[in-house]
């Protein structure tokens, strides 16, 4: 929201259901701050969903029922969002053109707008997901018209939406709510059919980062019964679309600190000057990915397995000196699950995971487990020099060309996606070969690498549990090898988040019949040189029956291949092990001091820096 009468903007913040741990965090906030509130209500909304229009028009009714609060203008605002020109900026604009409603039309031809956004189809929302039923008819007598879901509308169309006895917005509350996307049409439409249509601006005062080639593939068909798409986050080379937007504009979207956070850096720079040289954490960025008010229901089997094994290693770690440093040894007994894991970058480099992990003696430990590389490139001249990188992971992101995953924690059900990085040159096909950690080739495909090639990849269909160990993943030119990079398939010592009581060899023993695919790749195993089976397959077949302290041991051996202790630290100050760092004085830890986004009192210009 913004007002109109002051250069302070109000925040009415609204969480989903499932972020107990942020919706703590912003209640805290609030309290500091007499122009911040939260909802004191709560419910979960799907991309695409009903329900996103359900919040929008409950939070209007809400800001209408506070007395205290002199508002002008809804502006919605999500996660991802930044600003691009000051806040006084924004009021003097939106003083100019107080009796205005912005929204964005789709600006293309209305029929085809309908067919594309499916406004001729039934959809119901349930288990969150968005059902296509079947087809309906459009209303007729009204104009249908939708574009951008982002808009600024003013107090009294707000009030009119809301608290109107008109038959036409009740009727259009009905279509909406069976509709997909609902909130990109309801309020231009409900708007361009009422008396106040000439108060309609076709301009949603923001830039939007698209790029159709990469983010408009069909997303979101988990979620929705349709293809949804959307924009690709900023990054420092897109920066200049904002100086050559000619309308007026105030925000821009999307920005993510985990794809990019030079890009916001850039922006704050702009907004409130240069940072001082210096500045602790300045390149920094943690981002919470776990905290126990959530509950169990925060992790998955995956994560919980990696998550308590991270701190076993750890606490072994602290068991043993370190002679070089002269570090006397420390005895802690974990209590309990993690309190909380974060994710640290570095200067837009995923740096790893931050554990927080009560122990016993009484102490909070944070743990920084470094992921440790298993890349390895053959110098190769021509064609077959084009490749940069070969990873594999989980939760690919197409549109930002990474792993959302970070450095991927696979499990055996999982479904892990190979990718090759390419510099551009002249076209070459490649082989890529999947091993499994008993030499059995899982898979083998080829792919044709255009000159303008950037990204490659490809989830082969293979038949789960993955065997548990490490993995192999070769790419060959002409049967020479370029590159190849090892990942692992963890062990779980957990399912359906219990302590896995009894050898579970459906789980661990690898696919029915031994067999990925229903093509059988063996005959390869003379060319690629690999070594006999037998002896390795009997040791993981004895290896999948492990449970208890056993399958501990298998899972933190395994993945302490793949990652490394980078650093200790205790939340205060332990007598029981001096040789300990603070953690509010160590730069990697979560709780060090992080200045570029510290909130402190409100200036006398309504900034907080």
């Not at 982002?150 to 006895?165: D, E, G, S």
């Not at 279509?175 to 059919?193: G, I, M, W």
């Not at 983010?215 to 990054?235: E, T």
Request: proline residues 5%; contains cysteine.
């Amino acid at each position: 929201m913004a007002s109109t009468r002051s250069d302070h903007s109000l925040l009415f913040f609204w969480l989903c259901q499932r972020s107990n741990y942020l919706q703590s965090e912003m209640v805290q906030v609030a309290e500091r701050y007499t122009n911040i509130r939260v909802t004191s209500w709560r419910m979960d909304t799907i991309w695409g969903g009903a329900s996103l229009l359900t919040m929008y028009l409950r939070s209007m009714k809400d800001l209408l029922e506070m007395t205290d609060w002199s508002w002008d203008f809804f502006i919605n605002l999500s996660a991802t969002d930044y600003p691009i020109r000051t806040n006084q900026e924004l009021v003097y604009f939106l003083s100019k053109y107080r009796d205005k409603n912005f929204l964005k039309s789709h600006g293309r031809d209305n029929v085809r707008f309908i067919k594309k956004q499916g406004l001729d189809r039934l959809f119901h929302e349930c288990d969150s997901h968005m059902w296509r039923l079947g087809e309906r008819q459009i209303p007729e007598g009204i104009v249908l018209d939708g574009g951008s879901d982002w808009f600024a509308l003013t107090r009294t169309f707000v009030n009119y939406v809301t608290y109107t006895k008109d038959v036409l917005v009740s009727e259009l509350r009905h279509f909406y709510k069976y509709t997909l996307l609902p909130a990109e049409s309801f309020f231009h439409t409900v708007l361009e059919n009422s008396k106040d249509c000439d108060t309609l601006v076709d301009n949603n005062l923001r830039v939007t980062n698209w790029n159709r080639k990469l983010g408009c593939r069909c997303q979101y068909k988990h979620i929705v019964d349709w293809c949804g798409c959307s924009p690709n986050d900023f990054k420092p080379q897109d920066i200049v679309r904002l100086q050559q937007v000619t309308r007026p504009t105030f925000f821009a979207r999307k920005f993510e600190s985990s794809v990019n956070q030079e890009a916001l850096d850039i922006l704050d720079a702009h907004l409130f000057g240069e940072p001082e040289p210096g500045i602790p954490g300045l390149k920094a960025y943690w981002e919470n990915s776990y905290h126990n008010m959530e509950g169990l229901k925060g992790l998955t089997d995956v994560t919980l397995t990696a998550y308590t094994s991270f701190t076993r290693l750890s606490l072994r770690k602290l068991q043993t000196p370190e002679q070089e440093n002269r570090k006397s040894a420390c005895s802690f007994s974990a209590d309990g699950f993690p309190s909380s894991v974060e994710l640290y970058f570095y200067d837009d480099r995923f740096q790893g995971y931050l554990v927080t992990q009560k122990v016993h003696p009484s102490a909070t430990l944070e743990f920084w487990m470094m992921p440790r590389g298993s890349l390895r490139i053959v110098d190769q001249v021509g064609a077959a020099s084009r490749i940069q990188s070969l990873e594999v992971g989980t939760e690919w992101d197409l549109k930002e060309r990474i792993f959302r995953n970070f450095r991927g924690l696979i499990g055996p059900m999982d479904e892990p996606v190979a990718v090759q990085k390419w510099s551009h040159g002249v076209n070459v096909t490649v082989t890529v070969v999947w091993i499994d950690p008993t030499y059995i080739i899982a898979a083998s495909y080829d792919i044709a690498v255009d000159t303008e090639a950037d990204f490659t990849q490809y989830k082969p269909p293979l038949s789960r549990p993955l065997r548990p160990g490490v993995w192999h993943v070769r790419l060959l030119h002409f049967w020479e090898l370029l590159a190849e990079v090892k990942f692992l398939v963890m062990p779980l010592t957990f399912r359906n988040k219990e302590p896995l009581q009894k050898g579970d060899k459906s789980l661990h023993a690898g696919p029915p019949r031994g067999q990925y695919m229903e093509q059988n790749f063996q005959a390869l195993s003379g060319i690629l040189d690999l070594p006999p089976r037998a002896e390795i397959e009997q040791e993981a077949d004895k290896r999948s029956e492990l449970m208890g302290k056993d399958l501990e041991k298998w899972a933190d051996n395994s993945l302490s291949g793949f990652w490394s202790v980078g650093g200790i630290c205790t939340k205060t100050a332990s007598v029981l092990c001096p040789s300990l760092p603070v953690c509010s004085d160590t730069y990697w830890s979560s709780l060090s001091p992080d200045p570029k986004s510290d909130m402190g009192s409100i200036r006398p210009d309504g900034r907080l820096r």
